[in-house]
């Protein structure tokens, strides 16, 4: 079993950038396909960003060009870089494991363990 925690949250500007980090504890990272969810006051969990174990990577179209998720095996953590933030980007950010290591999925049923999440506040 794998625990997460996230990290990098925080308040900043529209038009500025965070990063989010998401470290892995108890098993390697490299044995599942890593994603980041966000959820907002009111709203459902929403997809965001996700890499398969052999780098693939999918983004939900409203993020591509703006995010860039990244994982290091080494010390087995997940990145996602946030450029150019926008008021609707606050959240709450998840990163979650997917135990289909090969499959960068969308849906949030296939990942089986989650972080606590980390707060993202924009400012206009």
């Known amino acids: 079993q794998v625990q997460l925690v996230e990290s990098g949250g925080g308040l900043v500007q529209a038009g500025g950038s965070l990063r989010l980090s998401c470290a892995g504890s108890?098993?390697?990272?490299?044995?599942?396909?890593m994603g980041w969810f966000r959820q907002a006051p009111g709203k459902e969990r929403e997809f965001v960003a996700a890499?398969?174990?052999?780098?693939?990577?999918a983004y939900e179209d409203s993020m591509k060009g703006r995010f860039t998720i990244s994982r290091d095996n080494a010390k087995n953590t997940v990145a996602l870089q946030m450029d150019s933030l926008k008021p609707e980007d606050t959240a709450v950010y998840y990163c979650?494991?997917?135990?289909?290591?090969?499959?960068?999925?969308?849906?949030?049923?296939?990942?089986?363990?989650w972080g606590q999440g980390t707060q993202v506040t924009v400012s206009s």
């Open positions: 108890g098993r390697s990272l490299s044995n599942y396909a």
């Open positions: 979650a494991a997917n135990p289909t290591f090969t499959y960068n999925s969308r849906d949030y049923r296939d990942y089986d363990y």
């Open positions: 890499i398969s174990g052999g780098g693939g990577i």
